[in-house]
């Protein structure tokens, strides 16, 4: 498969970070149950190894990963995939849940257990340093709610001083929060539900941008409504694409610090995601999906 540009690259702030900005999310990887999100082996190992490498070999260099999927198994797969790793492989991952036997989410936010979750990120992915660790709020269970995240961020401060984390992010916080975490600690990069429709974090994504931190939204065709699916729909097809695509590049022309990392477990889906990157959006197709926003939750200050 040939190499796509991936959207240009981007460097995260005061590092030697630099990744294209088209990666790839791991979650999918995990499980065999749908009833059961990210539990569990994949049916297809061997599928999962072959996604992976086909990421990596199609110029893939910034790969999105917890080890609370699975939990374990998509580190465990990462590393069965690509160790040794290649030289300007960024491994992101996040940390602050553990999994229950019946595969809940429980916050897991004490100093024991975030050092322990970097200590099994380190095993599981084979390294002896995180290249960046994401502090995932737990405050809200369907989007961020504001609390304070000042000792989770103590934690992780210690932990890079101790050189297991290079970098740190947050993921599912609200613009406040970041702003407070900023005055404890630098901040590479932020992760959190955004796409066409659902755009309340346009002013953080402003302020990131101007700030050259990255953004990282995840659940790109997320709680679209039917009108707005349809006018997507339309859209792709006057395009010759997949709503998908059209998803993800309008994600790519929405800001330059914009990183994307798209989940499937399909080399197939992948292949398609990867080609989002060549996919310019023309005016007229900017004017459709600039306007799905409305009626939604469009950016509020």
Not at 54 to 63: F, Y
Not at 190 to 217: G, T
Not at 248 to 275: D, Y
């Amino acid at each position: 498969m040939s190499t796509f540009n991936l959207g240009g690259q981007f460097t995260f702030p005061g590092t030697s970070l630099t990744v294209r900005r088209m990666g790839y999310g791991a979650m999918q990887l995990a499980g065999r149950d749908g009833s059961k999100l990210v539990w569990g082996p994949p049916r297809d190992i061997d599928g999962a190894i072959a996604i992976l490498r086909e990421a990596v070999a199609s110029g893939v260099n910034h790969i999105d990963t917890s080890d609370f999927y699975g939990p374990h198994i998509t580190n465990q797969l990462i590393r069965r995939a690509l160790h040794p790793y290649p030289e300007d492989l960024v491994i992101v991952t996040k940390i602050s849940a553990r999994r229950g036997p019946d595969g809940s989410w429980i916050p897991a936010i004490s100093p024991e257990e975030l050092t322990q979750a970097v200590h099994d990120n380190l095993r599981n992915l084979g390294l002896d340093v995180l290249d960046v660790v994401n502090l995932r709020s737990m405050l809200g269970i369907h989007g961020p709610a504001e609390g304070s995240l000042e000792g989770p961020l103590a934690t992780l401060a210690q932990l890079r001083e101790k050189g297991l984390i290079r970098h740190i992010g947050l993921s599912n916080v609200t613009r406040k929060q970041f702003e407070d975490a900023l005055k404890m600690v630098p901040i590479v990069c932020v992760q959190n539900a955004y796409n066409i429709a659902h755009r309340a974090d346009d002013p953080l994504i402003d302020q990131l941008e101007k700030e050259r931190i990255a953004y990282v939204p995840f659940f790109p065709l997320g709680g679209f409504n039917l009108l707005q699916s349809a006018a997507l729909s339309d859209v792709a097809q006057s395009l010759n694409a997949t709503p998908m695509q059209v998803a993800l590049a309008w994600l790519l022309q929405r800001s330059s610090n914009m990183l994307l990392i798209p989940g499937t477990s399909s080399v197939e889906h992948l292949r398609e995601n990867l080609a989002a990157a060549e996919l310019r959006l023309p005016p007229d197709a900017l004017k459709v999906l600039d306007q799905l926003a409305s009626g939604t939750d469009a950016a509020q200050d």
